[in-house]
């Protein structure tokens, strides 16, 4: 038999259900797993929760579709063939969500091809990388001084003038997000402000540019909304 017959075979292999119930269930425990530790230990300063409900679907369908195509070769080109044409359009605004997205992908892809052992090794050591980063790199620079996370919507569409602003009153001004609205901007800092007095020269310096400014602040950015 040549190799490349042999390479056939190996895409006309029967799922065997056993394996399929043992990737599943695998798949489902490390995807919960990881969605907890992104709720607890994540950076983001978007509904952590509400965005991490969505990691099990995915682990779960990626596992699936890899598993089916796996053992067909025409079902893999197909798929190839279809991913060319699909354009997502998925708004990640956060390089640590698309992060993780990439870790609940991988899950999938790996438990769909059958490497149990790579996926139950792989993905507990990436998270406790994560947790040391977290502990002892990431968040040192977050717990200096007095954060404070500011969200405004504002009319004026000129992210300059605003940052300026905000310059103007506080120690150190952070751009986190920014959106684009028909009518203004939708803007989120981080900052750290001397005192009370200043967050309300901010405000009132703010309220001069729009009258109908959405203005919120929140201690501490590390807190989950």
């Not at 006309?12 to 489902?28: E, V, Y």
């Not at 230990?41 to 598993?67: D, E, H, Q, W």
């Not at 996370?149 to 009319?155: A, N």
């Amino acid at each position: 038999m040549s190799k490349f017959e042999e390479y056939l075979n190996q895409f006309s292999n029967t799922i065997s259900f056993q394996d399929f119930m043992i990737g599943f269930l695998l798949t489902a425990i490390l995807a919960i797993l990881i969605r907890n530790f992104y709720v607890r230990f994540g950076m983001a300063i978007s509904n952590r929760k509400r965005f991490a409900n969505n990691f099990l679907a995915l682990a779960l369908i990626v596992m699936l579709i890899i598993t089916i195509v796996k053992s067909s070769l025409a079902l893999s080109l197909g798929l190839v063939g279809a991913l060319s044409i699909v354009r997502f359009r998925a708004a990640i605004k956060d390089p640590e969500e698309l992060v993780y997205l990439f870790l609940v992908i991988g899950l999938g892809l790996a438990t769909g091809a059958g490497q149990f052992i790579i996926a139950a090794s792989a993905i507990p050591m990436i998270l406790l990388l994560l947790w040391f980063y977290y502990r002892f790199v990431g968040r040192k620079s977050s717990t200096k001084g007095n954060n404070t996370l500011i969200h405004l919507r504002i009319k004026e569409k000129s992210i300059q003038k605003v940052s300026e602003i905000f310059l103007k009153h506080l120690s150190h001004v952070e751009l986190k997000r920014m959106d684009l609205l028909q009518d203004g901007i939708d803007i989120t800092y981080i900052c750290q402000a001397e005192s009370v007095e200043h967050l309300d020269a901010l405000k009132e310096e703010l309220s001069g540019i729009d009258k109908d400014i959405t203005f919120s602040i929140v201690d501490n950015p590390g807190l989950i909304a």
